[in-house]
């Protein structure tokens, strides 16, 4: 009898060595159920910063837990898939660079778990077009705007010139019918060629501007990054000063505004920024002080960079 029992008792310790080494060796551990789905990332951004370039920036939703794993990019021009791309789940920016100017991309992010799957509801997705940069004029000098007609130079600009390739063009009085934007006549300011107090032969082309913005860049690209179309920015014909706005007097680098000239399916868009160089906005020296500008520019008509704001 007691011979028995010592037998019953080994057998279960060999038995319980062999389940507790088959559970340390198992390659294939059974997964918990339920791995969670990531959600939807957050405040999507982004431009166009070249005419073959988009860039959007995101802030993380789950990228940091352990069942993450990566984010799938997806751009479609319409209903065309013209690109997907797989990225770590450690990266909040994404550049498109196989655009072409005039057409309008949708570029979506959705997040991955360990086990590939997702939740296509949590797809984000920004819809931008790229748009022509331009950091010089057509003569490769840099764009320019003078002060007042007493400048042998002009003080009115038009955006995209037809005469200069597209190129921004400044132009003096006698085409002021050319003029979008304007050095106002009197005071440190730029804006809407219509209110900027000089009295042309004609009517000028105009432009209707939005409010300042902060622009802290070496470049073009730059930014500021956008949340939404720019369609549902706040327009009017309007100067800005920039001796007194608050965002300009606080700015180092510069400043930057939209303008838009025309309206609805013909209008133009463009990206304008005023540098601030040396601690000042106006360079050079009487007659011919003058502003320093750089313009992207939206060729595409009625193209208001995105179409659609943030989905």
């Not at 655009?99 to 991955?112: D, F, H, M, P, W």
């Not at 601690?279 to 007659?287: E, I, L, M, R, T």
Request: net charge neutral; aromatic share 10%.
């Amino acid at each position: 009898m007691k011979f028995l029992k010592i037998n019953s008792l080994l057998a279960m310790l060999v038995l319980s060595f062999f389940m507790f080494t088959a559970c340390e060796d198992d390659p294939n551990p059974i997964e918990p159920e339920g791995t969670p789905l990531p959600a939807k990332v957050k405040n999507l951004n982004g431009a166009g910063i070249s005419a073959t370039e988009i860039k959007i920036n995101w802030g993380k939703a789950d990228a940091d837990s352990s069942w993450f794993k990566d984010y799938i990019i997806t751009v479609k021009e319409g209903e065309t898939v013209v690109k997907t791309d797989t990225i770590a789940k450690t990266l909040t920016t994404y550049t498109f660079n196989a655009a072409t100017i005039e057409k309008v991309y949708a570029i979506s992010v959705l997040g991955r778990n360990t086990n590939d799957s997702s939740n296509a509801a949590n797809t984000a997705t920004f819809t931008w077009a790229t748009s022509k940069q331009y950091d010089k004029n057509y003569n490769e000098s840099n764009i320019t705007v003078y002060a007042n007609t007493s400048s042998t130079y002009g003080s009115g600009l038009e955006l995209s010139s037809t005469s200069e390739d597209g190129y921004p063009k400044t132009w003096k009085l006698d085409n002021y019918t050319k003029w979008n934007l304007a050095f106002a006549k009197t005071g440190i300011k730029i804006g809407s060629a219509s209110e900027a107090g000089y009295a042309g032969s004609g009517t000028p082309a105009d432009a209707f501007i939005t409010p300042l913005e902060t622009w802290d860049g070496n470049a073009l690209n730059d930014g500021p990054f956008q949340t939404s179309s720019l369609e549902s920015k706040s327009w009017s014909k309007k100067l800005i000063d920039l001796e007194n706005d608050p965002i300009a007097t606080n700015a180092t680098k510069g400043v930057c505004f939209y303008a838009r000239v025309g309206e609805g399916a013909s209008a133009h868009y463009a990206k304008v920024i005023v540098l601030k160089e040396g601690g000042k906005f106006v360079q050079g020296s009487a007659p011919d002080t003058y502003l320093h500008l750089k313009v992207s520019y939206q060729t595409a008509a009625g193209v208001p960079y995105a179409k659609t704001a943030v989905k």
